[in-house]
């Protein structure tokens, strides 16, 4: 069963960074995506960026250009780089994998099997 830990969650002031981490256990996916949710309070969870096996990404719109995903497969490991940081950027963020080659079916959860536990982003003005 994989497993999945995020770290690098905290509060930072708005216009800072943060740099989020998910190491994947017991991964054992040949061919996989992964990616980030978040959960604002009051609101759906909403997918944020996703990368595939081959290294193809895709970032929801509002996080293009100031979100940057990225893997380091020798570690297992995740990344979710965030700059220029808002205050509506303040969320629970969630890692997610599914066994399948392509970052489009980790937009939607009727595709993921794995979910990270969240570690909360605070963002202050």
């Given at each position: 069963?994989v497993?999945?830990a995020?770290s690098?969650g905290?509060?930072?002031?708005?216009?800072?960074s943060?740099?989020?981490?998910c190491?994947?256990?017991?991964?054992?996916?040949t061919?996989?995506c992964?990616?980030?949710f978040?959960?604002?309070?009051?609101s759906?969870?909403?997918a944020?960026?996703?990368?595939?096996s081959?290294?193809?990404?895709?970032?929801?719109s509002?996080f293009?250009g100031?979100?940057?995903?990225?893997?380091?497969p020798a570690?297992?490991?995740?990344?979710?780089q965030?700059?220029?940081?808002?205050?509506?950027d303040?969320?629970?963020?969630y890692?997610v994998a599914?066994?399948?080659?392509s970052?489009y079916l980790?937009?939607?959860?009727?595709?993921?099997?794995?979910?990270?536990?969240?570690?909360?982003?605070?963002?202050?003005?």
């Amino acid at each position: 069963q994989v497993q999945l830990a995020e770290s690098g969650g905290g509060s930072v002031q708005a216009g800072g960074s943060l740099r989020r981490s998910c190491v994947a256990a017991q991964f054992t996916y040949t061919a996989w995506c992964m990616g980030w949710f978040r959960q604002r309070p009051g609101s759906e969870r909403e997918a944020v960026a996703q990368i595939d096996s081959d290294g193809d990404t895709d970032y929801e719109s509002s996080f293009k250009g100031r979100f940057s995903i990225s893997r380091d497969p020798a570690e297992n490991t995740l990344f979710l780089q965030m700059n220029g940081l808002k205050p509506e950027d303040s969320a629970m963020y969630y890692c997610v994998a599914a066994p399948y080659r392509s970052p489009y079916l980790c937009q939607t959860t009727q595709w993921l099997e794995v979910w990270g536990h969240g570690t909360l982003v605070n963002v202050t003005s």
